[in-house]
């Protein structure tokens, strides 16, 4: 017997109707849900003797893992400090015996421990702060800052700590991300510059934001390589686009095999949320050949937003952000942001671009991906054609004794084959061969491992001493397993390999167009047993667009606990 909703014989049937559709909006689909979470402990670096560092950004490159850190203080047994230099980079050693395991370059002797006799080593030790590190400085700032000796300074970081005591500064420099592959030799970063005044008449002013610079990064027997690719790339009154994730792919118009013909797109950290950028690869030093998004128009403006926008109909991506990785994951076959935000609770958080809520009528990018079938990672453009998922809590790391944990990143190299795009192997390379080794087998052995991307490594950077000047830091790890993957009524995420004629690279950022205030966003827990809210739908230009993940959400919860609770209400009502 079939009836509508005005033919429904009795209040148990409605009350039942009411449970089924309460049951089905706290049921939401949602791909990402975690299995397991288990710490690894520090990274650690036999060759020094006591090393305190912060930061924790890694890429692959000609079979290294590299990894970039900030601040690198070393210390003798007693915690006298032995150098410290703003920035320095280190190959993973052994990474298949023990993940956590570094060769740091540059070390030196730094005498001998005045209380038990032995020799002593530290990382560039004949280096100070203001005459360099692992990225060089220019001319023009070396001489400045040995003309200032040390009163006033610049300095080249990977990233700058978010806090108070450095304001809107750290959000104009970006906290630091990893560098960005455009071959499986090479790779490109945006690199905060700052100006350091040591006893400003203003405390709030002692690190100013000068802008950003290009780095390119190599690999050499003799340690991993920095090329600046000029000065001030990004100037400090602009969103310092970059700093929080850089991704490449392919242009708008064509899926081109030639490297030099791709768009980077670039995401920024502002007060009000991510603000998104796209240049040309061969264009990325002319920041007046920048385009920039505009959520409102729903394409690529040539004047920026402005820095202290708090419009969050004009921002990419409202929320709070800190630090984060964007990247293809070939286990979800979708594009992963997993992030700490600006609360200093330690933990990490993560989103997914959802394929299922495709954002304007295009009908090359409708429901599941670029013509329904899915997306490759250089499909960049698909990152401003659907809205990203709901924000979920992924890990909370414990934080030391030092107070919280900051720097929270995601490292996809490892446990994953698929790292680099296949068009970023060089011409000739057979299908077969476009696979990078599998690292970690120490801790996922790939038989077992579930697929490329199934599991993740995480790092922190934990205080194991508190204060800003004096505190002592390390880089903590820990593996992140996902669980299966839901069914859903309308099907997973298509497999990228019936998308694009090529599987490539990641990009990062797709816009939600229709954002909701950061002050409403709302987190949800990711268990073993449970998974997030998100929404679908689409809008056009012009027409209403869809509802936020997060209002969606609330939305939903909403209705699902109405309904819960008026059942008792309905069948006491249906048996009188």
Not at 465 to 473: E, H, T, V
Not at 543 to 567: D, H, N, T
Request: hydrophobic share 35%; aromatic share 12%; glycine share 10%.
């Amino acid at each position: 017997m079939s009836f509508t909703v005005t033919e429904i014989p009795s209040g148990m049937s409605l009350a039942f109707l009411i449970w089924v559709i309460s049951f089905h909006c706290a049921k939401a689909w949602n791909p990402v849900v975690v299995k397991d979470v288990i710490p690894l402990g520090p990274q650690m670096t036999p060759d020094v003797t006591r090393l305190s560092r912060d930061g924790g950004y890694s890429v692959l490159l000609d079979g290294h893992i590299v990894w970039l850190y900030d601040d690198t203080e070393c210390l003798d047994s007693g915690g006298e400090q032995l150098s410290f230099v703003s920035n320095t980079a280190a190959y993973a050693k052994d990474v298949n015996r023990n993940v956590s395991m570094l060769q740091d370059f540059g070390v030196e002797a730094a005498g001998k421990d005045q209380k038990s006799g032995k020799s002593q080593y530290a990382i560039l030790a004949d280096t100070t702060v203001g005459t360099g590190g692992w990225i060089a400085f220019s001319s023009d700032e070396l001489d400045f800052n040995e003309r200032r000796k040390g009163k006033e300074r610049v300095a080249i970081c990977e990233m700058m700590w978010f806090s108070e005591r450095l304001g809107t500064d750290a959000l104009r420099l970006g906290p630091g991300t990893s560098p960005t592959p455009y071959s499986t030799s090479q790779a490109f970063l945006f690199a905060p510059l700052v100006y350091v005044n040591s006893k400003p008449q203003d405390p709030s002013k002692e690190y100013q934001a000068r802008g950003m610079t290009l780095i390119s990064i190599s690999t050499s027997s003799k340690g991993p390589v920095a090329n600046r690719q000029g000065d001030l790339i990004i100037p400090g009154t602009e969103v310092a686009y970059g700093g929080f994730s850089s991704l490449l792919g392919y242009t708008s118009t064509a899926n081109a095999q030639d490297l030099s013909k791709r768009d980077v797109y670039l995401l920024g950290i502002t007060d009000g949320g991510l603000q998104l950028a796209r240049a040309r690869v061969e264009k990325l030093t002319d920041f007046s050949a920048y385009r920039f998004w505009d959520p409102g128009q729903l394409e690529f403006a040539k004047k920026p937003p402005r820095l202290d926008e708090k419009d969050y109909k004009k921002i990419y991506l409202p929320g709070s952000f800190s630090y984060g990785s964007v990247f293809y994951s070939p286990y979800f076959h979708t594009f992963l942001m997993v992030y700490f935000n600006k609360f200093v609770d330690s933990t990490f958080r993560i989103r997914f671009l959802d394929l299922n809520n495709p954002v304007g009528d295009d009908p090359t990018w409708p429901k599941k991906g670029k013509r329904g079938s899915g997306v490759a990672p250089e499909d960049v453009e698909a990152l401003i054609k659907y809205a990203w998922s709901s924000e979920q809590e992924l890990y909370k790391s414990p934080p030391d004794k030092g107070g919280f944990n900051y720097a929270g990143m995601a490292h996809p190299e490892y446990f994953n084959r698929q790292y680099f795009a296949p068009t970023l192997y060089p011409k000739g390379t057979s299908a077969s061969r476009r696979r990078n080794a599998w690292f970690g087998s120490n801790e996922v052995a790939e038989k077992v491992g579930g697929g490329d991307g199934k599991h993740l490594l995480l790092s922190w950077t934990s205080q194991l001493k508190g204060g800003f000047d004096s505190g002592i830091y390390q880089v903590q790890l820990a593996k992140v397993e996902f669980d299966a993957i839901p069914k859903s009524s309308d099907g997973d995420f298509p497999s990228a390999a019936a998308s694009s004629s090529m599987p490539t690279l990641s990009l990062a950022s797709s816009a939600f167009h229709s954002p909701v205030p950061p002050s409403a966003m709302h987190t949800v827990a990711v268990s073993p047993s449970g998974t997030a809210l998100t929404s679908t739908g689409s809008a056009g230009r012009g027409a209403r667009p869809p509802r936020s993940p997060e209002s969606q959400l609330l939305f939903e919860r909403w209705i699902g606990w109405a309904g819960l609770l008026l059942l008792p209400v309905l069948c006491i009502l249906s048996a009188a």
